[in-house]
């Protein structure tokens, strides 16, 4: 007896396990494609998550209306999207008090000053900026200003200025930047400052 030959394409593998089917040679054969059912919720994460391969009812993948440039950083690409942010250093501010008794600091000619000092600490980063104003009825006056970038060609010290145009060397004497903080010289005793400082990017 020949064999039949059935018109059709499909190959067990095309049908779902479970069900038989007939086509080309294969006569009331059975299907061995798993039966996955509904995918459900499939939520997005840091790794790639597999879909088992056969036969799905179907499901949906979680979108989220933040997933814009304009929520991630520049250069950075995230399920297709490059973000446009440019992020900006740390920085902080507040106000606080002078002190009452002086300290010395050193002018940028290597002479000897007596100033008033204002500390900060507890930053959680080294200032490259720092900029203060003496609150001097109810007028911000420039008391100091520092960028990690100046240094005195004379000394090769760092330096800040002070609101009356002196240079003061920093790591000597008084003035002092730290990983943590700093230290500048004002000329006012007991004076409210205000300040803000800021990283490097």
Known sequence: MGQIFIPGTANPADVLSGRSFSAGTNYIASGTMPNNGALGTITPGTTAKSIAAGYTSGGSVVGDSNLVASNIRKGISIFGVTGNVIAGAPWSGGTGTATTTTSTFYLESGSTTSRY???????????????????DDLIGVPACCYNADAFSGNSGYKVMGLGNGQVIRVGQGAADVTSNGFTIPITKSGALIYWNAFADV
């Open 117 to 135: 000092s204002f500390t900060v600490t507890g930053l959680a980063y080294t200032p490259k900026v720092i900029v203060a104003y003496i609150i």
